[in-house]
């Protein structure tokens, strides 16, 4: 790959990362009135909003599982969010991202406990700045466990990549862009299970198995901030 | 339990050993140890782990009384929602008039309030109330407010004291639907006045001694009034 720009200056990334280091994250819970949960996240340049609809008889009434509840992630990039405006509405890559999303999701949610229903997830992109299904998918979580849905684990997630070489972590724009790997995972930190895996590039065994290590421990990070976050607003509403 | 705040537990929260306690609502098991499933707070009796949920749906359960606003009549029944995860049924055997069929619109319309006993809830989730029991009917008149179905206990206090305090000082009438549905009728300041104190409790709703500091507050208020 021919790039003008050098993505690694002096052992710091373009914008003055480590390579094990994270963008900066914001999270903030139960922001919208209407929805039973939500979510809005900073993460660098992304911002990202979720909200938890439900759960609810599902409609249409072919789509209902008399043994559980089905779960529906909308990913959504606003029209406003990229350099040149996107096309409004479902494109090949959103409808991708909405279903491992919602998969998942699935796996978290004990979905046995609404029969017949569905849980509905929207994921609204405001900004986006690389890693935005990364981005997306720690906001559903936190919408869901404000949302008040039972769930068995808070999911989060987290990319790593390969740039020049070298194994780091959370890829910003110019690295997405021009870098020679992408490898977004969300896990379940509890457990350790991974609940989304997918590459974009080529990685050896070695770089790949380095990659995910890296992605996890960004992943266990981010969880705090995710835990913390729910803690702060409702110990708030506690102390009135 | 004098002065400490409640611990708030989030989903996938370790909260203990099957060894030493059961777990209760709200909780999960996974290889001998109990787990949080829901966002609440931490109540723990002798025997069990609980999680009383902050947040969340009506979970209904057979015998509640509720307040539920219908949707649809059908020819032969009607569909209420009573804040659920899915709507209730009505049938017309189920009410107290004699109902020919077809003619459901003539006693119930969509928007009309009802005071109702959840009569039934299936494997399957599928939920019936009906109208046949003390005190059930049709609302009319009065105020309908809504407050987190988690913190009507609270509202309604042990053996019904916090409410009838309420009650009493406010001079108002109040039915508490366990799905989190409170209607209220009386004089506009006394109705005013039920509405602020039951707001408080929901606010306030995780510290101790609530029943003691409402009636304080509304013995003062009375006082002013005279």
Same mark, same amino acid.
Request: charge should be negative.
């Given at each position: 790959m021919k790039t003008e720009i050098k993505l690694i200056k002096n052992g710091k990334r373009l914008d003055g990362r480590k390579n094990d280091e994270l963008r900066p994250i914001k999270i903030e819970a139960g922001v919208l009135?209407?929805?039973? *949960?939500?979510?809005? =996240?900073?993460?660098?340049?992304?911002k990202v909003l979720a909200a938890v609809y439900g759960p609810r008889e599902a409609v249409p009434r072919h789509t209902q599982n008399p043994l559980r509840a089905i779960v529906n992630a909308r990913y959504n990039m606003a029209a406003f969010s990229v350099d040149d405006r996107k096309r409004p509405g479902p494109d090949r890559r959103s409808r991708e991202i909405s279903k491992v999303i919602s998969e998942a999701l699935e796996n978290i949610i004990i979905t046995e406990k609404f029969p017949r229903a569905s849980i509905d997830v929207s994921i609204e992109i405001l900004d986006a700045e690389a890693g935005t299904r990364c981005a997306g998918l720690t906001a559903a979580a936190e919408a869901l466990v404000d949302a008040g849905i039972p769930l068995k684990d808070i999911p989060v997630a987290c990319a790593a990549g390969k740039i020049e070489g070298e194994i780091v972590l959370d890829l910003g724009?110019?690295?997405?862009?021009? *870098?020679?790997?992408?490898?977004? +995972?969300? +896990?379940?930190?509890?457990? *350790?299970? +991974?609940? =989304? =895996?997918?590459m974009d590039g080529h990685l050896t065994q070695k770089e790949f198995d380095k990659a995910l290590d890296l992605a996890i421990k960004g992943c266990k990070t981010i969880a705090e901030l995710q835990k913390k976050a729910i803690l702060e607003k409702y110990q708030k509403n506690m102390e009135g | 339990?004098?002065?400490?705040? $409640?611990? @708030?537990?989030i989903p996938s929260q370790l909260l203990g050993d099957i060894k030493n306690k059961k777990a209760g609502h709200g909780t999960f098991i996974e290889n001998g140890k109990i787990y949080a499933e829901i966002l609440g707070v931490l109540s723990a009796d002798s025997e069990h782990i609980?999680? @009383?949920?902050? $947040?969340? $749906?009506?979970?209904?359960?057979?015998g509640d009384f509720v307040i539920g606003i219908v949707i649809e009549a059908m020819s032969s029944s009607w569909l209420v929602d009573i804040n659920a995860a899915y709507p209730a049924l009505l049938h017309v055997n189920e009410v107290q008039w004699d109902v020919e069929f077809g003619e459901t619109e003539r006693y119930l319309n969509a928007g009309d309030t009802i005071m109702a006993k959840v009569l039934q809830v299936d494997s399957e989730k599928k939920l019936q109330i009906t109208l046949k029991d003390r005190n059930l009917y049709k609302v009319k008149g009065g105020n309908l407010i809504s407050v987190e179905p988690s913190k009507v206990p609270r509202i309604i206090g042990k053996k019904a004291s916090m409410i009838s305090l309420i009650k009493k000082y406010t001079r108002s009438r109040i039915f508490v639907g366990q799905n989190g549905r409170i209607w209220i009728e009386g004089e506009g300041q006394d109705v005013q006045k039920a509405i602020e104190i039951i707001e408080l409790i929901q606010k306030e709703a995780l510290s101790y001694g609530l029943t003691n500091k409402i009636e304080d507050l509304l013995k003062k208020d009375s006082k002013e009034v005279h």
């Open positions: 009135h209407r929805a039973e *949960g939500s979510c809005y =996240l900073e993460w660098g340049g992304n724009k110019e690295e997405d862009n021009f *870098g020679d790997a992408d490898l977004p +995972i969300a +896990i379940a930190p509890r457990t *350790g299970e +991974i609940l =989304l =895996l997918q | 339990m004098n002065k400490q705040t $409640r611990e @708030i537990v609980n999680v @009383i949920p902050l $947040r969340g $749906r009506y979970d209904p359960i057979q």
